[in-house]
């Protein structure tokens, strides 16, 4: 199905959405919940047209990863654009490994494409998947890009051994899910809602004293995505704690509030929330 034309792909996308939003239903309470009170300004009506167009850009973007694994360099180049790498070229510069921050929005999964531009060792840190089968086809898929995939409680250990050795990486954290740990967790107003946020990227960041940088993605059509790179801290040392963590959350709102319909809504990232 891999080697088949994106045209096509978003054939099959149309009427996988609508069986999923149509007749399956799929985790449309939550999805519903959760752009209601990340969203509480907006109408009913507005909020549901949100609803659609994210079950549309989920499925072209679960096809969009399935097809990572017959794409062409020369494609996913033409379709994931990152707009200034040279600041990204420039932090190499430095000699220290780099924590590069995103979220789950427009196209996360083809941020691994960055690799065929770095020189340093790119890791993508992902939550390893109970059915082993599926997990095996994700990191099938997420390797296609000379990208290194360790599981959140691999991190540590492979970045503390890279710094032991003198290996400079890049890692990359999605952290705007919510946190498996919430009881000890650094809380603070993610879309208006008080939660327990990941400080882990900075604590690590803070320890092995690497630069921290934000990617910011935004889908221009369908299939379509540009990605633009900020510095967040040449310093991460000199930063109170928990700054980075937030900065790195008000940086995810921008991007909801821009175009939510983006945003990856059928997780429970509000399952724990202060009255």
Not at 53 to 81: A, G, N, P, V, W
Not at 266 to 274: A, L, V
């Amino acid at each position: 199905m891999s080697i088949l034309p994106f045209k096509v792909f978003y054939i099959f996308s149309d009427i996988i959405c609508f069986i999923i939003y149509r007749i399956i239903g799929y985790r449309k309470k939550v999805v519903r919940s959760n752009i209601a009170l990340a969203l509480p300004h907006l109408s009913k009506k507005e909020r549901l047209i949100i609803e659609k167009k994210f079950y549309s850009h989920m499925c072209d973007m679960f096809l969009e990863m399935i097809k990572t694994m017959s794409i062409s360099k020369k494609e996913i180049q033409k379709r994931f654009k990152i707009t200034n790498l040279d600041v990204y070229l420039e932090l190499e510069k430095k000699d220290k490994s780099i924590a590069l921050l995103c979220s789950h929005y427009a196209s996360y999964e083809w941020v691994i494409s960055m690799n065929y531009y770095i020189h340093y060792k790119g890791y993508g840190i992902y939550k390893k998947i109970a059915n082993k089968h599926f997990d095996k086809l994700v990191h099938k898929i997420r390797s296609k890009f000379k990208a290194n995939l360790i599981t959140t409680k691999e991190t540590i250990k492979v970045i503390e051994e890279n710094q032991r050795n003198g290996i400079l990486g890049i890692y990359g954290f999605a952290s705007d899910q919510s946190p498996k740990s919430y009881i000890k967790s650094h809380w603070y107003q993610f879309m208006g809602i008080e939660t327990p946020i990941h400080v882990g990227a900075e604590l690590l960041a803070k320890r092995l004293d690497m630069n921290v940088i934000f990617l910011k993605v935004r889908k221009v059509k369908r299939g379509f995505y540009e990605a633009s790179l900020e510095i967040m801290t040449e310093n991460a040392k000199s930063i109170p704690n928990y700054e980075i963590s937030e900065a790195f959350i008000r940086k995810v709102e921008e991007q909801i509030y821009e175009a939510p319909e983006y945003y990856l809504w059928t997780h429970k990232r509000w399952k724990h929330k202060k009255e």
